[in-house]
């Protein structure tokens, strides 16, 4: 018989007491239930993290985007470092998201006179939208167009015309 979850047999009486097999394999089953409750929870709650991430990612670049276009540049600023610091923490360092932010701050210092800032954005930016998308994509082509432009503003005429021409053909083949 047992009391208490524990055999009370002659053979048992005097001996370490041994719990009821039944009731261990109820707290065995108990505690793989817990365990799966537990990592569901943790997945869960892993999920609305990353989408509270990529809201947050959403609202910085609105704002940026605001903000430049109202002239308030060093606020911009601000944002689009913060923007681009949550996109390559959320998204994978090659997502068009994190190209997006590369070229936000990319235009700004271009529009600052800030060239040797601007530059290097804009190249990582035409390398992870080529690589996402493939080197014929509207972004790509828009891309092009920015680096162009800077391009002109410094002196480097050349590679200006190498990039429209790459635009243009992009776009015509759309």
């Given at each position: 018989?047992?009391?208490n979850?524990?055999?009370l047999?002659?053979?048992?009486?005097?001996?370490?007491?041994?719990q009821?097999?039944?009731?261990?394999?109820e707290?065995?089953?108990?505690k793989?239930?817990?365990?799966?409750l537990?990592i569901?929870?943790?997945?869960?709650?892993?999920?609305?993290?990353?989408?509270?991430?990529?809201?947050?990612w959403?609202e910085?670049?609105?704002?940026?985007?605001?903000?430049?276009?109202?002239g308030?540049?060093t606020?911009?600023?601000?944002?689009?470092?913060?923007?681009?610091?949550i996109?390559?923490?959320?998204?994978?360092?090659?997502?068009p998201?994190?190209?997006?932010?590369?070229?936000?701050l990319a235009?700004?210092?271009?529009t600052q006179?800030?060239?040797?800032?601007s530059?290097?954005?804009?190249?990582?930016a035409?390398?992870?939208?080529?690589?996402?998308?493939?080197?014929?994509?509207?972004?790509?082509?828009?891309t092009c167009?920015?680096?162009?432009g800077?391009?002109?503003q410094?002196?480097?005429?050349?590679?200006?015309e190498?990039?429209?021409?790459r635009?243009?053909?992009?776009?015509?083949?759309?």
């Amino acid at each position: 018989s047992y009391v208490n979850g524990y055999s009370l047999s002659n053979e048992n009486l005097g001996a370490k007491h041994v719990q009821n097999p039944t009731k261990e394999k109820e707290n065995w089953k108990m505690k793989v239930l817990l365990m799966a409750l537990l990592i569901v929870l943790l997945i869960i709650s892993f999920a609305i993290a990353a989408h509270a991430q990529k809201e947050l990612w959403r609202e910085l670049d609105r704002r940026f985007r605001m903000l430049y276009e109202e002239g308030q540049y060093t606020e911009a600023e601000h944002v689009g470092k913060k923007e681009l610091t949550i996109a390559e923490k959320t998204f994978e360092p090659d997502h068009p998201n994190v190209a997006q932010s590369l070229n936000n701050l990319a235009l700004l210092y271009q529009t600052q006179g800030r060239y040797d800032e601007s530059e290097p954005l804009f190249k990582r930016a035409l390398a992870i939208y080529e690589k996402a998308f493939g080197k014929n994509h509207p972004d790509v082509a828009t891309t092009c167009d920015s680096m162009a432009g800077l391009y002109r503003q410094i002196g480097k005429e050349d590679e200006a015309e190498n990039l429209e021409a790459r635009a243009r053909k992009i776009r015509s083949n759309l």
